[in-house]
């Protein structure tokens, strides 16, 4: 989209890749409550979660531009992400927090520390200002991902079965 944006999408990126990264981990247990039919208080929470952020975003918007908005959403995405659903979930579940945050978590972030270890690298070494840099940085991150599957299935599920 031309360099002129990569400084606001870059700050864009940094501030929205945490919460995105934690809704990922959490994202099997909506699935869950709905398997369970126990989703009444996730849609409540959801839509307190999108009021905030629309708030947020509004308040934040005119101070801030972009990054406001991106903070609006950032904030109320991680608070529900991290406090409300796995407190939610485990007293629904009957585990406690430790288990449930070493099942939903351990894995998502052994896999994420190689991966962004290969992205960091690669974008100090391929300086992805084209669309061959860019594609050539994804493809070193999908290649260290597909390792990361291919160990996480050997070592991992195969023991389970």
């Avoid at 929205?16 to 409540?44: D, E, F, W």
């Avoid at 918007?61 to 904030?75: E, K, R």
Wanted: some cysteine; proline content about 5%.
């Amino acid at each position: 989209v031309g360099e002129k944006y990569i400084p606001i999408g870059y700050a864009l990126l940094a501030i929205m890749t945490i919460p995105m990264t934690i809704h990922m981990m959490q994202a099997g247990s909506p699935k869950i409550l709905l398997g369970m039919a126990r989703h009444r208080t996730l849609a409540i929470a959801l839509m307190i979660e999108a009021v905030v952020n629309l708030g947020l975003s509004i308040a934040l918007a005119p101070h801030f531009g972009l990054l406001g908005v991106a903070w609006g959403t950032a904030i109320p995405l991680a608070i529900s992400n991290i406090f409300f659903l796995p407190l939610h979930m485990c007293s629904l579940l009957q585990v406690s927090l430790r288990e449930f945050l070493a099942g939903a978590y351990r894995y998502p972030l052994l896999a994420v520390i190689p991966f962004a270890a290969a992205l960091w690298a690669a974008d100090r070494w391929i300086q992805a200002t084209q669309v061959v840099g860019l594609m050539a940085t994804l493809a070193l991150g999908g290649v260290v991902y597909l390792a990361e599957l291919a160990l996480y299935y050997q070592f991992v599920e195969r023991r389970g079965s």
